[in-house]
């Protein structure tokens, strides 16, 4: 259902023409920006009561007095609205809501689905097929979590174009943290048996896990299998001995701990994680408030977003009493297929543990307010500096990288306010240049970036740093200028004589020259991100021309060409996998003789190359 666009909306008109049904509205700003979204038990009733004449909060009024039209949809249930509540703040990010910071980095267990599976860290999209377990507060809880799994279980974690090419077990085996599935040192069954026994550690099961191992040495000291019952004796006496179990009023501790802490309009969210007895660790995340002040409203929406995404334990504490508590609590029931609870003023080592996660809290935002203070005087000083009359929103840095024009890789890199966006670092392949061109090479890439944005409509910076003198800032001003964008501080960055770090020289388009100096703030945010820019470009460029190298090895052999080269490629995963392997599994790839095998791996490995054969 649509509401009326008009300069002055109606909400009065609009909520009495709605039902008394749940849903989800939308509020939309004259240009059609998404300012709030939000749930409702009953449409009629809540929205009506943004336009009753009550008090509100000054955020609330602000977005009320930038309404001009509403839109809603009806759900079947209160907790059906809150998960579509929660999927359109995801993909829309409206103005006015509390939103999560997409995150994709959460460390997660994988234990892939394959013939041989193998267990390892895993962060981003849930690409490789298998099962996810997690996330963690953090890289060190995975850490020790596959540390037990490979003392305990023995499961591979090398990736598949290694495994591929092992001809004998490698170290991990010889420390008795791999039983070597690369060469069959463990029959099928019994390393399907171990990756099992894995999964029900990572789901929380010890106590399933041992009474099955506990049944299967009975049962082989039952058919005098006594190597069997001692090997399934020591597991369950290790599984036990590293379970380390945390006890939390006499029962072992499954759960999650919430606490909130704000500041101003910044917030705070500790998570203090369980499972299965073992500490996780804390995680902290600082959700984007958008001016809400209520650290309810900051938790619920925490807790509504961040569980959205993740599977959440049986008991969640937070350190408060949050909104529609009832309904998240179903919501979440729903989802994970178990019953959720949330629970506040609890008692005896479950506050202990509340008060531990609400004292950390306060102590990481007043850090985190610190940090954004000093980067905050920073980026103002670069504004003072460059005479902004605005202050400075987005910064993005472009640098070029190559090798004698060889694998030329040009980086861009975005600072906010609050530091660099990781998320939205971009590299460009430059290609149809002469080598070594850094002017043509960044043309190219500021071309290619705002050409995007402008038929998009992209985010622009307020100022563009350029990792180099006049002639570098010149090409960005021409690809600019042709691409028609308006509105962007250019500035290049030049070393000085000896290249020192303070030494630069700030060169603008109209041909001033500022030397602000190593003591600068100013000076020292545009270094901050200048060096980023450079890091992240060298990386991009080293891969690049490895890569590119190791393609042309494959080309100069005599006898390969492109048909006989994709199939090496993807027989053995990719270039490492290839490198890694031996003349005799080489030659197991079809179209692949003994001679041309061994022509590869000469090449490859820069050996004295044999003379070509007829194949």
């Known amino acids: 259902m649509s509401g009326k666009s008009s300069s002055e909306f109606d909400g009065k008109a609009f909520a009495a023409g709605l039902s008394t049904a749940p849903g989800v509205y939308r509020m939309y700003a004259a240009d059609d920006t998404l300012l709030y979204v939000g749930k409702a038990g009953a449409l009629r009733k809540r929205v009506g009561s943004y336009f009753n004449g009550s008090p509100k909060s000054r955020r609330i009024m602000m977005m009320l007095s930038q309404v001009a039209r509403m839109d809603v949809t009806v759900t ?37 689905r394959e013939a041989w599976p193998r267990i390892a860290l895993h962060r981003g999209p849930r690409a490789v097929p298998g099962r996810y377990f997690g996330p963690y507060p953090g890289v060190g809880a995975v850490r020790e979590t596959l540390n037990l799994m490979h003392k305990l279980f023995r499961l591979r974690s090398c990736e598949d174009s290694v495994f591929r090419n092992r001809s004998r077990p490698c170290l991990q085996y010889q420390i008795g943290r791999c039983s070597a599935p690369c060469v069959e ?66 029962r072992a501790a499954d759960l999650d701990v919430l606490a909130c802490a704000m500041q101003g309009a910044s917030a705070c969210v500790m998570l ?20 809400e002040d209520s650290a309810e409203e900051v938790l619920a929406a925490f807790v509504s977003q961040y569980y959205g995404e993740h599977a959440p334990p049986a008991e969640i504490l937070l350190d408060r009493e949050i909104p529609d508590v009832d309904v998240i609590e179903l919501a979440l029931s729903e989802a994970a ?22 004292r950390n809290a306060q102590i990481t935002l007043v850090s985190e307010l610190d940090s954004r203070g000093a980067q905050q005087a920073r980026s103002d000083a670069l504004r003072d500096l460059l005479g902004l009359a605005e202050p400075v929103k987005r910064v993005e840095c472009f640098d070029i990288s190559h090798t004698m024009g060889e694998a030329t890789v040009a980086s861009c890199v975005v600072f906010d306010a609050a530091g660099p966006v990781r998320a939205q670092y971009r590299r460009f392949n430059i290609s149809g240049i002469e080598p070594g061109d850094d002017y043509a090479a960044m043309h190219q890439a500021i071309e290619r970036r705002f050409r995007r944005a402008v038929e998009e409509g992209g985010a622009l910076p307020d100022i563009l740093l350029i990792d180099g003198g006049a002639g570098q800032l010149a090409q960005a001003a021409a690809a600019l200028a042709d691409l028609g964008v308006e509105g962007v ?5 030049a070393k000085g004589v000896e290249r020192r ?29 200048r060096d980023e820019a450079h890091r992240f470009a060298i990386t991009g460029h080293r891969g ?31 270039l490492a996998g290839l ?24 090449n490859l490995h820069g050996l004295s190359i044999p003379d070509a054969a007829a194949e």
């Open 501 to 529: 770090a303070g030494d630069e020289t700030l060169v603008l388009p109209d041909g001033r020259e500022l030397r602000p100096g190593a003591a600068s703030p100013a000076l020292q945010f545009i270094q901050q991100v």
């Open 579 to 602: 490198k890694a392997a031996g003349e005799a599994e080489i030659a197991r790839v079809d179209g692949i003789n003994a001679a041309l095998a061994a022509r590869i791996y000469a």
């Open 272 to 291: 203090l994680s369980f499972r299965d007895g073992r500490n996780l660790g804390t995680r902290a995340f600082f959700p984007r408030t958008n001016g």
């Open 489 to 493: 501080m250019l500035v290049g960055v």
């Open 544 to 574: 690049r021309r490895q890569k590119a190298r190791m393609t042309s090895k494959l080309e100069d052999i005599p006898g390969i060409g492109p048909r006989r080269r994709a199939s090496l490629l993807k027989h053995f995963g990719g």
């Open 337 to 358: 297929e178990h019953k959720v609870a949330l629970k506040w003023n609890v008692r005896g080592e479950r506050a202990g543990y509340v008060e531990l996660a609400s």
């Open 76 to 112: 079947r249930t209160e907790a059906e609205a809150l998960l579509l509540e929660n999927q359109l703040i995801k993909s829309l990010a409206p103005r006015y809501n509390v939103s999560l910071r997409d995150d994709k980095t959460y460390p997660q267990v994988l234990l892939t």
């Open 185 to 250: 040192l463990v029959a099928p069954q019994e390393y399907a048996e171990s990756v099992h026994r894995a999964a029900l550690f990572l789901e929380g099961k010890s106590d399933l896990l041992a009474q099955e191992l506990g049944q299967q040495m009975q049962e082989a000291s039952d058919a005098l299998e006594f190597e069997r019952a001692a090997r399934l004796r020591d597991l369950i006496t290790s599984l036990r001995s590293m379970q380390n179990r945390q006890y939390v009023d006499g």
